[in-house]
C-alpha cells in the first residue's frame, strides 16, 4: 500500500513537500507517480519517476515548479511543489506501477489547498 502526506493549506507562494511511503516489496521494481483531482475535475497526471530514480516526468505546466524524487532506501517518493498557485488545490494521491503501464496501486491523498 501507500501513504501520501505532507498536505495543507498554503498561501499562494508558498511550498509543500508530499511524501508517498510505500510498503509493496520491492520499491525498486516500481515507477512512483503523482496525480491531483481538482474539485469538479478529472484526474490528472502530475510526475513520475522511475524506479531508480534516474527518469522523471512532469507535465508542462507545472516543470519549474513541481518536482520528484525518491529515496529508496526509506521507500518513499516526494514530490516538492514550490511557488503554489490558487489552481493548484487539489488532492494529491500517490501511485505505483511495477512492470506494467497501468497504475494499479494507489494510495489515500492528501489534500493540498492554496489561498490566494
Known amino acids: 500500500q501507500l501513504q501520501a502526506s505532507g498536505g495543507g493549506l498554503v498561501q499562494a507562494g508558498g511550498s509543500l513537500r508530499l511524501s508517498c511511503v510505500a510498503s509493496?516489496?520491492?520499491?525498486?521494481?516500481?515507477?512512483v507517480g503523482w496525480f491531483r483531482r481538482a474539485p469538479g475535475k478529472e484526474r490528472e497526471f502530475v510526475a513520475a519517476?522511475?524506479?531508480?530514480?534516474?527518469?522523471?516526468y512532469s507535465t508542462h505546466s507545472m516543470k519549474g515548479r513541481f518536482s520528484i524524487s525518491r529515496d529508496n532506501a526509506k521507500n518513499t517518493a516526494y514530490l516538492q511543489m514550490n511557488n503554489l498557485k490558487p489552481e493548484d488545490t487539489a488532492i494529491y494521491y500517490c501511485?505505483?506501477?511495477?512492470?506494467?503501464?497501468?497504475?494499479?496501486?494507489w494510495g489515500r491523498g492528501t489534500q493540498v489547498t492554496v489561498s490566494s
Open positions: 501511485a505505483a506501477r511495477g512492470g506494467s503501464l497501468v497504475w494499479n496501486i
Open positions: 509493496i516489496g520491492a520499491f525498486t521494481n516500481y515507477v
Open positions: 519517476i522511475a524506479e531508480n530514480g534516474g527518469e522523471t
